[in-house]
């Protein structure tokens, strides 16, 4: 298996289960949390998704997806670039109350840029440090494995709350 074939095989699993954590949930139970103060689905599948289009962007050296069009606006929420939901307060989680569509809609967006992005990948590529604010400095590699591995933390994360919410 080549390295496209492998990330291309790591990232395609995670649209499905974007689709089943919000599928057929309206915009309120998208916004409900299992507990007072917890994440919600909707909150969840929003940040793994702002993750990766940040990380993908600053790697492509190119603009996000939810700054350059109006995504923003119609989720109701701030264009700026670090808005991702990293260290988002209770209240600030309540504030991310989209609807399943758009939630889809902007994982879609995102994915297609990365699977395109990974399509290219070649072995060296990996090596690549692509932030050195760490020590050691991030590869390639790693940020792809680690935004990889916080999608899918996060999407199943979704799915569990989904199934507390449907037993009450």
Known sequence: ??????????????PPLVREAVEGLDQTALATP???GANTIG???WHLTRVQDAHLAE?????????????AARFGLPSDPGFTGYGHTPDEVA??????????????????????FLAGLSPD????????????????GVRLVSV?????????????VRGLLERR
């Open 1 to 14: 298996m080549n390295v496209n074939d492998l990330f291309g095989e790591l990232y395609g699993r995670i």
């Open 34 to 36: 299992p507990d007072p």
């Open 43 to 45: 909150w969840l599948v």
């Open 59 to 71: 790697i492509l050296d190119e603009d996000q997806i939810w700054t350059s069009g109006d995504l």
């Open 95 to 116: 504030r991310v109350r989209p609807t399943a569509d758009v939630l889809v809609e902007y994982y879609d967006a995102v994915h297609a840029r990365t699977a395109k």
């Open 125 to 140: 590529d990996l090596d690549r440090v692509v932030d050195e604010r760490w020590d050691p400095p991030v590869t390639l």
């Open 148 to 160: 990889a591995d916080d999608s899918l933390q996060h999407v199943g994360q979704a799915a569990y």
